[in-house]
């Protein structure tokens, strides 16, 4: 059974920082990339920082020089290091695995990031 297990959300007043880790068990396919995005109440979910098994990475305009995304110690795992994090950052965070490029990918349950004072 796939899972995706995302920890590290939480209350953090405004330029604060959090570290999020993403987790993936179960897997059987070759994964293409493993990624971080996010929903705010009342919009569209986006992306934040995506990182791909060639090692590039790509991030959402608002969040570069601020978000790091990296690999994670152990084997299909991901983390997002979130720095000078802001009111517009609140948001529930989602991890993302895809097996190809063009694909929507599996998702996590989300965990809660706020960033207020």
């Known amino acids: 059974q796939v899972q995706l297990v995302e920890t590290g959300g939480g209350l953090v007043q405004p330029g604060g920082s959090l570290r999020l880790s993403c987790a993936a068990s179960g897997i059987i396919f070759s994964i293409y990339s493993m990624g971080w995005y996010r929903q705010a109440p009342g919009k569209q979910r986006e992306l934040v920082a995506t990182l791909n098994n060639a090692g590039s990475t790509n991030y959402a305009d608002s969040v570069k020089g601020r978000f790091t995304i990296s690999r994670g110690n152990a084997k299909n795992t991901v983390d997002l290091q979130m720095n000078s994090l802001q009111p517009e950052d609140t948001a529930v965070y989602y991890c993302?695995?895809?097996?190809?490029?063009?694909?929507?990918?599996?998702w996590g349950q989300g965990t809660q990031v706020t960033v207020s004072s």
């Open positions: 993302n695995v895809k097996g190809r490029p063009w694909e929507t990918g599996l």
